[in-house]
């Protein structure tokens, strides 16, 4: 099973910086690779699909990129309603499909 | 409105075996990959099941033997049964919508997967006595 580990655990920024997210696979899953966002009492919506490939809906100041092995989800300028917790869920050889175990980005 | 309802969690337990339901409108089940992810307090998301829209069905290691899904076509309905239920299998459960197209190049089936990108509310499931 791939394993994938997001860091930080935690992120603590101040509106309008920039937040950087990373995920890490433990073998390459190509660009497989989807992001959410988890608000409170909410549950996840699809930010990032196939590694940097927003959705309708999805702001451009979120941005995606990496492949093998290596992710990172990006926040050019963190708005209010961005503070949540993030997942990586890869999708190579799936399934089964498996999730990171989270980074929750805070108001600093 | 395309949209997932779940329903049927509740306290059980240890032991013990409880049948999860989960109703869709606006798509039809059947032509669609379905999952079950569930969220222990506090902790992330853990993909738990999913049923293929040719009926094929997978589950996580961690429930294997335990948990069965299946879906009922006439009813439009998704369900996880879950059986010698543990208190590690305590969590928020969700169903959801895996959406992937296809297309075939010679002979050969090329899948497109775009995420799960519809949720329901999620039910939740305490195992404890």
């Known amino acids: 099973e791939i394993v994938m580990t997001q860091s930080p655990a935690t992120l603590s920024v101040s509106p309008g910086e920039r937040a950087t997210l990373s995920c890490r696979a433990s073998?390459?899953?190509?660009?497989?690779v989807v992001w959410y966002q988890q608000k409170p009492g909410q549950t996840p919506r699809v930010l990032i699909y196939s590694a940097s490939t927003r959705p309708a809906g999805t702001p451009d100041r979120f941005s995606g990129s990496g492949s093998g092995t290596d992710f990172t989800l990006t926040i050019s300028s963190l708005q209010s309603e961005d503070f949540a917790v993030y997942y990586c869920q890869q999708y190579n050889n799936w399934p089964p499909w498996t999730f990171g175990q989270g980074t929750k980005v805070e108001i600093k | 409105e395309v949209q997932l309802v779940a329903s049927g969690g509740g306290l059980i337990q240890p032991g013990g075996s409880l049948r999860l339901l989960c109703a869709a409108s606006?798509?039809?089940?059947?032509?669609?990959?379905m999952t079950w992810v569930r969220q222990a307090p506090g902790k992330g998301l853990e993909w738990v099941s999913v049923m293929y829209s040719d009926g094929s069905t997978y589950y996580a290691d961690s429930v294997k033997g335990r948990f069965t899904i299946s879906r009922d076509n006439s009813k439009n309905t998704l369900s996880l049964q879950m059986n010698s239920l543990r208190a590690e299998d305590t969590a928020v459960y969700y169903c959801a919508r895996d959406l992937i197209s296809n297309s075939v190049i010679g002979t050969t089936n090329y899948y497109y997967y775009y995420g799960m990108d519809v949720w329901g509310q999620g039910t939740t499931v305490t195992v404890s006595s």
């Open positions: 606006g798509f039809t089940v059947n032509t669609h990959y």
């Open positions: 073998q390459s899953v190509g660009r497989n």
